[in-house]
């Protein structure tokens, strides 16, 4: 570290991403329309090469579009950018609101176009979203090649704690599918792996 | 969402943080002192008003800074902004490498000044940190009325299956001493509680 280095963190969603927006702006989206725009952003952002396959969208109580995001791990160098984590921040800065549950037409939800890792389940409660739906399972993500981390015993279920409701398998087959083609196109698993596959354990 | 809501995200450390740090680059640390860092960190960022009462620092094996931050929860209005995650991406960013692990002069060590959220503690595999240093404990933390979020059955040993080395309690008391001047200041708890505080379980 010199004198010289910042001291300040920025990421910058992909160029396309802007561009592909705006046509989801002020048309209410049911359960399975939200998670068909996470899934598809998912998609294309293996075709840009702009990150892992993960995509999600966070919407009001009326449906419409707060916050959207994709994985940016590998573009960003940052491996906190998972989709999940960047939906919910821009959510906050959207919004102006720090606990998500005081946004205007709140409650929000948030769908993930697969289940959270370790790391964005732990983030949800703090961002006040009050609901978390699921398209890809832990199983599908793990066809990709990449490891969730270490959840807590209860799984998505400790979500309940903070009262956030949770539901799985909203078109998962379109988002495991996804998975599937970036794992037979060899898609990159970018993840620090476990001791066993570094054949140490 | 409108079309012109930004795409991007930006954290700035605070100004008093860029004054601070200068004294400590060049110097090698040994565990004590970048533990002492990380708790003078917590307790500037009290003083400053610029976010809860955590630090974080990483080193290089030779134990020269990498990265520092403090939690500037309440200051960027981003729930994900623990001093973990921006000491972990501070590195990553001013060392180009994704994988900490392949950092120049790895293995690197992460000090935090007290035990890592849920959260955090699902970040630290994805970064290639080799090493998880701790002041307060969980229950010190909770003394500030910080909840922990979830975390998995192993706690800190979870970290294990990645090779990742955990040292808990160093300079715990001084560490713990912050958090308990936090309470008795009243200082803020910002995150959403969980249901058995709103009264509904």
Redesign the interface.
Known sequence: ???T?????????PKW??SYL?SY?GIPLDDAHAMDLAIALSAKNIQHHTGGPFGAVITNSHG????AAVNL??SS????THAE??A???A???T????L?KAPLAPLSLYSSAEP???????V????IARVVIGAREEDILVAGF?E??????GLA?L????IVVNADVQRQAAAAVLADYARQGGAV??????RE?G??
């Open positions: 570290m010199s004198h280095q910042p001291w300040f963190v920025q990421v910058n969603l991403f802007e705006p702006l419409f579009l707060v916050a791990v590998t160098g940052q491996s906190w984590m960047l919910l921040t821009l906050q800065i959207h102006g609101c720090l606990d549950r890792c370790a790391m964005c389940l732990g983030a409660p703090w961002s006040g490891d981390g270490d959840k807590p015993a209860l400790s309940h704690r903070w009262g970018y993840q620090p792996p476990p001791l570094q140490c354990e």
